[in-house]
């Protein structure tokens, strides 16, 4: 006997990648920091803690939307906080779908983007990247959602932002442009939302701020889609310690700048460093390495975990496999490298 609907008693869901609890581990699957988050994000949730915890949070995140205002540019009124960014994208698709609304997404990407509407019981519809790594022309028809990694994950490529405003302009829908891995790119869509109103940009503080054990993400958005966004979202959905904490996270971008440079040289070492082992790396402008070979990469990833060395395997059938790579320490890609010349 089930107590759920059906489609989601068929619902497969999405695999997270392994947090094993072992910290003798090279953890390299989940694109993670591999460095503490500023010294000025603990000293503002210590303050927190010990100011604000008998008191329910702001519900809006008005702090934390003023200074990402002042950080990008844009009125405090068009950034909405989210637990984290996939809460904004789970809302966008129970906002905008019913049980016939279509969502699309390319492939390969984040897997989730096809969870969320089986969730919803709305139709998905996958539309696969071109060779030259751009978007097909009807990307966006006849979807109520499309979502675009941007960086995209796996691959770490990104479209032009040009390219996406062009596509928004023309959908019938929302296109949302999940930018988790943006702070590494060297372009952006935040400054695009003013000219389309379905242009909707998606961030997250857990990767280049240092904070996935924060959970916290926002949108930047014009003010007729953030108004029903903050209808829809729970009451008190940031708590006070991550709003402390985010807050003071993005107003320290001296911090990220360093940050953000410290990584893209591993990054670079990583891409430099595969070929000569017989990978295949797509030019990334994230955290992460996308490395294929023509044979199966699966033995290769269940080698690595037996040594201590945990990468993530995807597999997109068609599409190929491969073994995403995140940037860790120095000391981290350095113990990889040297259990991958083991068994590659």
């Known amino acids: ?6 489609h989601l008693d068929a619902l497969r869901g999405y695999v997270p990648g392994l947090q094993p609890k072992r910290t003798d581990l090279v953890k390299l699957n989940t694109n993670e920091c591999p ?35 002042e950080t990008f540019g844009v009125d405090p009124e068009w950034v909405v906080a989210f637990n984290g960014s996939d809460e904004a994208l789970m809302l966008l698709v129970r906002a905008c779908c019913g049980s016939e609304g279509l969502v699309t997404a390319p492939t390969p990407t984040y897997l989730l983007y096809r969870v969320l509407p089986e969730i919803h019981g709305c139709r998905f519809s996958e539309r696969a990247y071109r060779a030259d790594g751009d ?25 032009s932002p040009r390219r996406l405003l062009e596509l928004a302009k023309g959908a019938k829908g929302l296109l949302v442009i999940d930018e988790a891995y943006a702070d590494f790119a060297e372009e952006n869509c935040i400054p695009l939302v ?9 961030r ?7 904070l996935a054990g924060l959970r916290f993400g926002f949108v930047v958005c014009q003010p007729a889609v953030g108004a029903t966004l903050r209808k829809m ?12 904490g985010a807050t003071a996270a993005i107003r320290d971008q001296e911090w990220l700048r360093e940050n ?4 893209k040289a591993t990054r670079d070492r990583i891409q430099r460093d595969l070929p000569p082992l017989g990978f295949r790396v797509t ?24 040594r201590g060395v945990y990468v993530r395997f995807l597999d997109y059938g068609p599409h190929g496999q491969g073994l995403r790579i995140s940037v860790g320490t120095d000391a981290e890609v350095h113990r990889f490298f040297e259990e991958l010349r083991q068994v590659a």
């Open 1 to 6: 006997m089930s107590y759920f609907q059906p």
């Open 35 to 69: 460095y503490p988050p500023s010294p000025k994000v603990i000293e503002a949730i210590e303050r927190a803690a010990r100011n604000r915890l008998n008191r329910y949070p702001d519900p809006h995140a008005r702090e934390f939307s003023q200074a990402a205002s």
């Open 135 to 159: 978007l097909p022309d009807d990307f966006c028809d006849g979807a109520k959602v499309s979502f675009v990694a941007n960086p995209n994950s796996p691959t770490g490529h990104t479209v």
């Open 194 to 202: 003013a000219d389309c109103e379905r242009l909707v940009v998606s």
């Open 204 to 210: 997250t503080l857990s990767k280049a701020y240092a």
């Open 233 to 244: 979202k729970d009451s008190y959905n940031c708590d006070a310690l991550s709003i402390a």
């Open 260 to 263: 953000v440079r410290r990584m």
């Open 283 to 306: 030019p990334s402008q994230s955290n992460f390495v996308w490395a294929q070979r023509d044979e199966p990469v699966k033995p290769i990833y269940d080698a690595l975990a037996e």
